[in-house]
């Protein structure tokens, strides 16, 4: 039993068709009685009865988050890589692969504009830290396409705090401004970009916290021809 699920939820206009939840199976050995590290998978059914696939993963953020959730120290989250996160991007590629492989046979009617397949997530490994290479290299043998949206155009996701509240981004890690989430499909999107989640001023306790998350979100689009 994890007292902290992976948080993972997927919403659609388009009908659902069949979904699926995976654990990860390598996990940081503090993390596996605390967190639901894993996956989701879902086929969405699109207008034209062609099938689009859509997953969500949370790789582990390793001891350093849980150290500064205790309020044990302050730390500048992974340092010197991650690879426990690359060995659960392994297992992920490979849901996604049998998911794939029991998906609906329809006939696709996919342009060059419109994604098949799109993966997502916190993967907690940085552009500069050698585990992306790895990360890349197993969605790569997928043999979808699939690349990094941001194409060497990386924001920052985490740590975007411009306030000084405690609650969800700690001091130290306020400057440590860190590219972890993304998105990879094998169509170039219209547009991607990072957006703030912050609290509106109605609501927001300006003496606890102004964010709604500690990381900010990665927002794709794409435009195709029906």
């Known amino acids: 039993m994890q007292f902290i699920t992976s948080g993972h939820l997927l919403l659609s206009r388009y009908p659902i068709r069949r979904h699926h939840w995976q654990y990860f199976k390598h996990q940081a050995t503090i993390e596996q ?7 989701i998978y ?11 696939h859509v997953s969500s993963c949370h790789t582990t953020s390793g001891t350093d988050v849980l150290v500064e959730a205790m309020h044990l120290q302050h730390t500048r989250l992974h340092r010197g890589g991650n690879p426990t996160a690359l060995q659960e991007v392994r297992e992920w ?10 998906s ?12 098949a397949v799109i993966m997502c997530g916190d993967l907690n490994i940085t552009p500069h830290d050698h585990e992306y290479k790895g990360a890349c290299a197993a969605l790569d043998e ?8 941001f194409e060497d155009r990386w924001e920052p996701t985490f740590g975007m705090s411009q306030q000084q509240e405690r609650l969800l981004t700690q001091a130290a890690d ?3 401004q860190k590219t972890v989430d993304y998105i990879f499909s094998a169509a170039s999107p219209v547009e991607v970009k990072v957006e703030a989640l912050a609290a509106e001023e109605s609501v927001h306790d300006k003496s606890k916290y102004q964010q709604v998350s500690d990381h900010r979100a990665v927002v794709a ?5 029906a």
């Open 42 to 52: 879902a086929e969405l059914t699109l207008p034209d009865g062609s099938p689009l």
């Open 93 to 102: 590629a490979e849901q996604v692969k049998c998911q794939l492989a029991a």
């Open 221 to 225: 689009s794409w435009a195709w021809e």
């Open 174 to 176: 306020v400057d440590a």
């Open 33 to 39: 009685f605390l967190c639901s590290r894993g996956s």
């Open 142 to 149: 997928l043999g979808l396409g699939l690349r990094d949206t």
């Open 104 to 115: 609906s046979p329809h006939a696709s009617t996919l342009t060059k504009a419109r994604p």
